[in-house]
T-cell receptor, first 114, second 119 residues
């Protein structure tokens, strides 16, 4: 399947500032997942969105799924140094046993200036 | 959350040799595991889907004879990079699927990855 595009590719923010990354698809998504990968680490699952217009919060993180289910965003309020890493969205393809797979977005690398 | 391990974490080998990477689900059974490759500052690219007891499904452009996958049990999948060359140097990450396929609870848990350097 087509790769999911993310913007921006890089983001440098002062500690305490907000951060947002956007995930866009040319086709309708059945779901969208978000992962965080720390430098030198592996992706860690954050959340999955399934419903049109869905908004979910995890402390300072707010995840949103677009009404048309073609885009999604991750917003971090008041960034901290622990938020450093690359944030990936990923769509899960297939609903039948054995053919599900994740297609990862291009990622947004967040760096924090203390 | 579920734990997935990979071994080795790092490997350096000479060009032409083969390298085996193990992926284990430690506290759950995984009928499906996935193998990804990630080059520096790039996204994860799926290489193949490994199903227990059957042949792996490879993504377009991935040579199945070069990247041998064996999913012999519900907790172990192995990736063997045969006749490795410097361009195979990369970060190889496996993941194991937990939860009922297609359900909202379905999640992939990633291993810590294996950094391969081929000299």
């Amino acid at each position: 399947g087509q790769q999911v595009m993310q913007i921006p590719q890089y983001q440098h923010v002062q500690e305490g500032e907000d951060f947002t990354t956007y995930c866009n698809s040319s086709t309708t998504l059945s779901n969208i997942q978000w992962y965080k990968q720390r430098p030198g680490g592996h992706p860690v699952f954050l959340i999955q969105l399934v419903k049109s217009g869905e908004v979910k919060k995890q402390k300072r993180l707010t995840f949103q799924f677009g009404e048309a289910k073609k885009n999604s965003s991750l917003h971090i309020t008041a960034t901290q140094t622990t938020d450093v890493g690359t944030y990936f969205c990923a769509r899960r393809d297939g609903r039948n046993f054995g053919n599900e797979k994740l297609t990862f977005g291009t990622g947004t690398r967040l760096t924090i200036i203390p | 959350g579920a734990v997935v391990s990979q071994h080795p974490s790092r490997v350096i080998c000479k060009s032409g040799t083969s390298v085996k990477i193990e992926c284990r689900s430690l506290d759950f059974q995984a009928t499906t595991m996935f193998w990804y490759r990630q080059f520096p500052k790039q996204s994860l690219m799926l290489m193949a889907t490994s199903n227990e007891g059957s042949k792996a499904t490879y993504e377009q452009g991935v040579e199945k004879d070069k990247f041998l996958i064996n999913h012999a049990s519900l907790t172990l999948s192995t990736l063997t990079v045969t006749s490795a060359h410097p361009e195979d140097s990369s970060f190889y990450i496996c993941s194991a699927r937990a939860g009922h396929p297609g359900s909202p609870e379905e999640t992939q848990y990633f291993g810590p990855g294996t950094r391969l350097l081929v000299l």
